[in-house]
């Protein structure tokens, strides 16, 4: 077995047959991260290592000897993107030279998830700093001041993108089973499609975000980020573990009644049912502009898909066209982003001696060589352009905005009568409705080895369906991307 790029049922079944030990498989898994991340030149997606990691696989190999019965994520190597608390030995920093000292007291919710199913945490994950809302001077995605630049496995010359960079690129290069990432403005979607594997972003509110260093409460949230679609299902299902458990989000208040219901408590394996679409209406969002470097081969693949998804028996609906509404999300960052550090600062009762927004732009000034290679232009605007009170009408008009256009993504749902919007690019509407999307690699090009990808968006909490699309054209395709490294 090839450790580095099984995936959860293989390893289950490995254990299972006592062919490998869950110390075994995190040897593995250090090794990669000694040969081809942390070394000079190396990919630098993982910013620490769990200290601990060993004493946890040997802890659970004991347990191993006396039970076939192996929870969900039983001895599965996870990075956590270093925005997300864990209550141990690992620093939680948003990759910022400012929160290099923090320890988080206890666990975020969905690192409790993690451990209850019995997932290894083999470390933090390098990210975009401060999820890339740091500046907008140049800052390249991957970047951070704690953790360098996180490189694309693919081609070093192309984007990793972000800011869930590392969490993307440890996936793809074999250095971990699976990921977390969160998701701002496209931070979970951006960097899976550019690293060739499976990203998804759940709708607003069925996955916790107590304990994540924030940006925006009306956008932030985590999602899974693994190989295939099987693995990403199987982690969505620890990781939407209901809301009504867990603790507090910031900035107050439970978020299980987000749009009048709470998250439903489902089993999202039970859609990984074949290559069959028999009845599924899926809309067609065809790019009116495709990304500078696109090529012909990247719309010949697309083609191809929609041709074989039409055999599969799904029924196409083209030219669906979404209002660029999306634009007023970088107004609503910037009044809440304050609000929010401050708010996680004041709470999390961690080691570090930054309290609020200010005490990181003055330490990031005060060590300005280590901390600002690309300044702060934007924690600068959030401090001095915010009030802190959302009571700016620039704010609250862009709310009324953001509204109309979950009103309208509703309508075209509804008007098309299509069960999943299927995109050639990506683009921001999902994580500024709230609304689920998933990406998948459906090729790869030949000149600079860069994959092809696909996206989906689904109705509100129905990632169901998003899933059983996604998982079939995986099936079709029977496509398996690696890096060359």
């Known amino acids: 077995m090839n450790i580095a790029y099984a995936s959860i049922q293989e390893l289950h079944e490995a254990y299972r047959n006592k062919e490998l030990t869950v110390k075994q498989v995190v040897l593995e898994f250090l090794s990669r991260i000694a040969k081809i991340d942390s070394c000079e030149g190396g990919l630098k997606s993982v910013i620490e290592v769990n200290p601990d990691v060993l004493f946890i696989a040997e802890s659970l190999d004991r347990k191993l000897q006396d039970s076939d019965n192996l929870p969900p994520l039983f001895g599965i190597p996870v990075l956590v993107k270093d925005n997300i608390n864990t209550g141990d030995r690992l620093h939680t920093s948003a990759g910022s030279v400012a929160l290099g000292d923090n320890y988080a007291l206890q666990d975020a919710h969905i690192v409790e998830c993690l451990r209850m199913a019995g997932a290894v945490i083999l470390g933090k994950a390098n990210m975009t700093e401060f999820a890339n809302y740091m500046s907008r001077d140049g800052m390249p995605s991957g970047y951070s001041s704690r953790g360098g630049q996180v490189v694309n496995p693919y081609n070093h010359e192309k984007d990793p993108s972000g800011s869930s ?42 996955v916790s975000r107590s304990g994540i260093i924030p940006i925006s409460s009306t956008f932030d949230t985590a999602g899974p980020m693994a190989r295939t679609v099987t693995d990403a299902a199987i982690l969505l299902n620890v990781l939407a573990e209901a809301e009504s458990k867990a603790a507090p989000p910031f900035p107050g208040g439970n978020e299980s009644g987000i749009w009048g219901r709470a998250p439903l408590d489902i089993d999202y394996t039970k859609y990984l049912g074949g290559k069959s679409l028999d009845g599924i209406r899926i ?37 669906i066209e979404m209002t660029p509404h999306y634009d007023t999300r970088r107004t609503i960052m910037q009044h809440e982003f304050k609000a929010c550090i401050n708010h996680y600062l004041a709470t999390a009762a961690g080691s570090t001696e930054m309290s609020t927004l200010k005490d990181i732009i003055e330490f990031n000034q005060a060590n300005a060589e280590l901390a600002l290679k690309y300044g702060q232009s934007l924690l600068l605007d959030s401090q001095n352009k915010s009030s802190g009170r959302f009571t700016e009408p620039a704010y609250l008009e862009a709310l009324l905005t953001r509204d109309k256009a979950i009103t309208e993504m509703d309508s075209i749902f509804d008007s098309n009568n299509i069960d999943i919007l299927l995109g050639q690019a990506f683009v921001y509407i999902a994580p500024f409705t709230g609304f689920p999307s998933m990406t998948i690699p459906i090729g790869q090009r030949q000149d ?29 395709l029977g496509l398996c991307l690696r890096p060359a490294i």
């Open 165 to 206: 960079s590392g969490s993307a690129v440890a996936v793809a290069a074999g250095l971990c089973t699976i990921s977390i990432g969160t998701e701002t403005s496209g931070s979970i979607i951006s960097p899976a499609s550019n690293n060739g594997i499976v990203g998804i972003k759940p709708t607003l509110g069925l």
């Open 283 to 319: 809309g067609l969002n065809r790019a009116k502009e495709l990304p500078e470097d696109a090529q012909e081969e990247d719309i010949a693949i697309f083609n191809n898909l929609c041709n074989l998804l039409t055999q599969a028996g799904a029924v196409l609906v083209d030219n």
């Open 448 to 476: 600079n080895n860069m994959p092809i990808r696909a996206f989906f968006t689904a109705r509100r909490f129905d990632e169901a369906t998003m899933i059983k699309v996604a998982y079939a054209v995986e099936n079709i």
